[in-house]
């Protein structure tokens, strides 16, 4: 062992400066990447969302049916739905042109398996709203009606269809 100019321990050297900075720069990659995992899971607690997706809508003539308790005959109206956001959704009501299913102005009877009366919609499910109108004031064979689903964060997701 030689013992250079100022003792045994002069002759050591350190880490060259090349690699230094591809530790430093490692270490700096390494650090920002877990930040953005982090900050990407804070965010996305605060960013979920809900869309109702409405693939299908239609409405069935029953000449035998008294849901309604209006008479014999009524539309049975079966609106297919899934919530393909993010949170989940609920729904607070729903509108046939306009005016609120249980507005006594077109008798009419919400029922659904899935939901109670109407309610929530969990994130990816898909449920079956299925309400009743009867026959009179405006409702008849061929005429046109927008129903709309309204939700608790304000969104409204319109549908039109024809009575058979």
Known sequence: ????ENGPLRDKRGISPVV???????????????VAYWMGGIAGLY???ERIEISSAYAVWNATSNVTGKGTGEWKISVNLKNTGSADATITGLLVNGKPWNDGSFSSYISDPNLSTVGSVPSGLTTTVTFYIAKGLGFN?????????HSASGQDYPKTLTLD
Do not use: D, Q
């Not at 064979?141 to 689903?149: N, T, W």
């Open 20 to 34: 230094a900075t591809v530790i430093l720069v490692a270490v700096t990659i390494v650090v920002a990447v877990a």
């Open 141 to 149: 064979p061929g005429v046109s009606i927008e129903i709309k689903l």
């Open 47 to 49: 960013t979920r969302f």
């Open 1 to 4: 062992m030689s013992k250079g």
